[in-house]
C-alpha cells in the first residue's frame, strides 16, 4: 500500500479476519489487527491461522490509529498491538475496560477508550465515535463482559465509514440508531 492516501480519496485494504487498512485523510487506520499465527492466550491455544495476512506487517506504512472493537483473542492481539506501538507509537482507540488489558501486556501502549456514544476527534478531518453493537466480551470464563464492546463510525469530510468488529442483527435498534432508513 501507499504511504497515505490525502483528501476525500478512500483506500480499504482487506488483511484478513477483522483486519482491514483503511487510508483516508492522510490517516493510516487499521481495524481490529492481528498477525499472530494463533488467536488465543499464550499464543498457543486457540485457532491458528491458515492464511497468511493480505499485507505483510513489514510492508504496512506508519499506522497512526488503530481501532479495536472487542477483546476476544480474534480481534485484540497484544502482541500485534505492541509491535505496532514500538513501530509507530500508534494510537489504540478500544471500548471501556479495554485498556486495562492492553496496558497490563504493556503500560506504554497509547491507548483512549470510548464509551458507546462517545466520539475522539483525531484530526482536523477524522471523528472516530464508538457505536453499540449486538456482541459481547471476554478473555477468560471469569470476565465477561467485564469491558465493553462496540462498533466504529470514522467520519471524514469524504464519507463516512462503519466498522462493526462482529455484531449480530438482534432486533436491528443499533443500526435504526445509526440510519433510521435501515431494517
Known amino acids: 500500500p501507499p504511504a497515505s492516501v490525502a483528501g476525500d480519496r478512500l483506500r480499504v ?14 490517516v493510516n487506520i487499521l481495524t481490529d489487527p492481528i498477525w499472530a499465527e ?3 492466550p499464550f499464543g498457543v491455544l486457540g485457532a491458528s491461522r ?4 493480505g499485507i505483510d506487517f513489514d510492508k504496512l506504512p506508519k ?9 476476544h483473542y480474534d480481534h485484540l492481539d497484544l502482541t500485534t498491538l505492541k509491535r ?19 496496558n497490563g501486556h504493556d503500560p506504554a501502549i497509547r491507548v483512549k477508550t470510548l464509551d458507546w456514544g462517545q466520539n475522539l476527534n483525531f484530526s482536523d478531518a477524522i471523528t472516530i465515535a464508538l457505536e453499540p453493537a449486538q456482541h459481547w466480551s471476554a478473555r477468560t470464563p471469569l470476565d465477561r463482559n467485564r469491558a465493553l464492546w462496540g462498533a466504529f463510525v470514522i467520519e471524514t469530510k469524504g464519507g463516512n465509514i462503519y466498522y462493526a468488529g462482529d455484531t449480530g442483527y438482534g432486533g436491528g435498534d443499533h443500526f435504526r440508531r445509526l440510519h433510521p432508513n435501515l431494517a
Open 84 to 102: 505496532l506501538h514500538d513501530r509507530d507509537g500508534t494510537l489504540i482507540v478500544a471500548p471501556l475496560g479495554n485498556d486495562a488489558i492492553i
Open 38 to 40: 494463533t488467536a488465543g
Open 50 to 53: 491458515v492464511i497468511d495476512p
Open 63 to 71: 499506522i497512526d490509529v488503530v481501532l479495536i472493537s472487542h477483546n
Open 13 to 26: 485494504s482487506f488483511v484478513g479476519h477483522a483486519t482491514v487498512f483503511v487510508q483516508t485523510q492522510g
